[in-house]
């Protein structure tokens, strides 16, 4: 992805409100002394601390060797626009919400102090992420953007030209749950709260390990075939199947509780389109089922079929282990980047046939 126009214009905006602390391009500022922030799992960041100002370096992901963008942080964020809900939740439960001035698409926010702050206007509806508001972030005038990059996709049109520091936050290509998790870190100084941000992740990291080592009794009692089920996870969006890649979060997550993952041999750290074919052809027989959905009413094994009639010829369906996670009822999204832990327990439980304990998900009957 060229993101070189993009550079450019990013570095001769950061002085509106990520004050430039040192020399650019990476290079020590002459006479200061740099530490880089010993990051344990994320591979697409890195922090160093200089005398008096914090440098971010964001990797592409797409690009192995390559830079996107680098920041340099001498003051917290006080008015930011964030543009992904779960990094606007992870900053409320940093406790600083106030530095929130705007977001996008509220109607698929579920934190309640978020909504509440949405409804009373001390945070203002960006609109669309995709093509949000260029009046309203004029008004706004926010110290950064925080949005997600993607790939092949050169410029972030017309809010650029707004002169206003856009950070593109690539944690959610990270390929295992703690690399993401550790973001946590990064937003923590962002914000001005790095101590909370790193006590959360220590906390975070550790009931993950916790969970993670009990995996290996999984599954050993309960007549499974070595003892690890085979999982899949959603359903047809159209003519396509989207599923995680072999090298995704989740992915990584269902081998970490015990299981294996249909589709762990795939290189992609995204989402990944299958036809239908393909998917049956490669998890008519898998053990479990996870299924993802938006809806007002839980979802039935007779409403799923009706979706979609081929759905009950897949063997998780005929003999009832599919597991529903209804968005609509609950914070997932917002909740499981930066607490994988809790839905790692839902995988062991899972997996380990405790379905009658979970916190995303439900037995869908």
């Not at 509220?106 to 001390?122: K, S, V, W």
């Not at 005038?141 to 520091?165: C, H, K, M, R, T």
Request: negative net charge.
């Amino acid at each position: 992805m060229k993101r070189t126009p993009y550079r450019l214009l990013l570095l001769l905006c950061l002085g509106l409100a990520l004050a430039a602390c040192g020399s650019k391009g990476g290079r020590k500022a002459e006479g200061t002394a740099a530490d880089t922030l010993a990051l344990r799992y994320a591979k697409h960041i890195a922090l160093v601390q200089h005398e008096d100002c914090m440098e971010a370096i964001i990797y592409n992901p797409w690009q192995a060797g390559s830079v996107l963008s680098r920041y340099e942080m001498r003051k917290p964020l006080t008015h930011a626009a964030i543009f992904i809900a779960s990094i606007a939740s992870l900053v409320e439960e940093l406790g600083c919400m106030d530095a929130i001035s705007g977001v996008c698409e509220p109607e698929y926010i579920a934190n309640r102090h978020l909504l509440t702050a949405i409804d009373e206007g001390r945070i203002i509806d960006i609109g669309s992420a995709m093509t949000p508001s260029r009046e309203r972030l004029i008004d706004l005038s926010p110290d950064a953007i925080l949005l997600s990059p993607f790939q092949n996709v050169g410029s972030y049109g017309n809010i650029e030209q707004l002169g206003i520091p856009i950070i593109p936050c690539a944690d959610y290509m990270e390929s295992s749950a703690l690399a993401r998790a550790e973001w946590i870190r990064f937003y923590g100084r962002l914000f001005g709260c790095g101590e909370r941000a790193d006590s959360l992740f220590a906390a975070v990291e550790a009931e993950y390990l916790r969970i993670k080592s009990t995996s290996q009794r999984v599954n050993k009692s309960i007549g499974r075939k070595e003892g690890q089920p085979s999982v899949f996870f959603d359903g047809r969006s159209g003519s396509a199947w989207y599923m995680p890649g072999g090298r995704s979060t989740l992915g990584q997550m269902v081998a970490d509780a015990g299981g294996h993952y249909v589709f762990a041999e795939n290189e992609q750290s995204g989402s990944v389109p299958f036809s239908f074919e393909q998917v049956f052809d490669r998890c008519r027989n898998a053990d479990i089922w996870l299924y993802r959905y938006n809806a007002k009413e839980r979802m039935t094994l007779s409403l799923l079929r009706s979706e979609y009639e081929l759905y009950s010829r897949f063997r998780a369906f005929k003999e009832g282990e599919v597991y529903g996670c209804n968005n609509a009822e609950l914070i997932f999204f917002e909740e499981y980047p930066y607490h994988p832990d809790r839905l790692l327990q839902d995988f062991v439980n899972i997996f380990s046939g405790h379905a009658d304990s979970l916190r995303y998900f439900h037995k869908i009957k």
